[in-house]
Nanobody, 123 residues
Framework: QVQLVESGGGLVQAGGSLRLSCAAS????????MGWFRQASGKEREFVAA????????SYADSVKGRFTISRDNAKNTVYLQMNSLKPEDTAVYYC????????????????WGQGTQVTVSS
């Protein structure tokens, strides 16, 4: 059973930064692409960023491109999301997830999800 545990969320002022982490259990972390999604209150869960197994390929939603950076450390079974220049509209619960695809923005291609971590950006 794969477990994904997010951490690093919190309350930050607009313009600030946060780094989210997602620690994965198991020995096969490097065999899977990883992604970050977010869900604001009353809205659908949306794609934020994804990274390939080796970290060589990344993909971002237009709304975060240039502000967020996804990375991974396969030795630590951890994927990160560095969030800079945060805006109030970035407020959401952030989820990490695992996919067998190379890099995908499609939610249904992710098979395991974490429990989420709340990010709140005040104006």
């Amino acid at each position: 059973q794969v477990q994904l545990v997010e951490s690093g969320g919190g309350l930050v002022q607009a313009g600030g930064s946060l780094r989210l982490s997602c620690a994965a259990s198991g020995r096969t972390f490097s065999n899977y692409a990883m992604g970050w999604f977010r869900q604001a209150s009353g809205k659908e869960r949306e794609f934020v960023a994804a990274i390939s197994r080796s970290g060589a390929i990344t993909s971002y939603a237009d709304s975060v491109k240039g502000r967020f950076t996804i990375s991974r450390d396969n030795a630590k079974n951890t994927v990160y999301l560095q969030m800079n220049s945060l805006k109030p509209e970035d407020t959401a619960v952030y989820y990490c997830a695992r996919s067998s695809a190379v890099v995908t923005r499609t939610r249904r291609e992710y098979d395991y999800w974490g429990q989420g971590t709340q990010v709140t950006v005040s104006s």
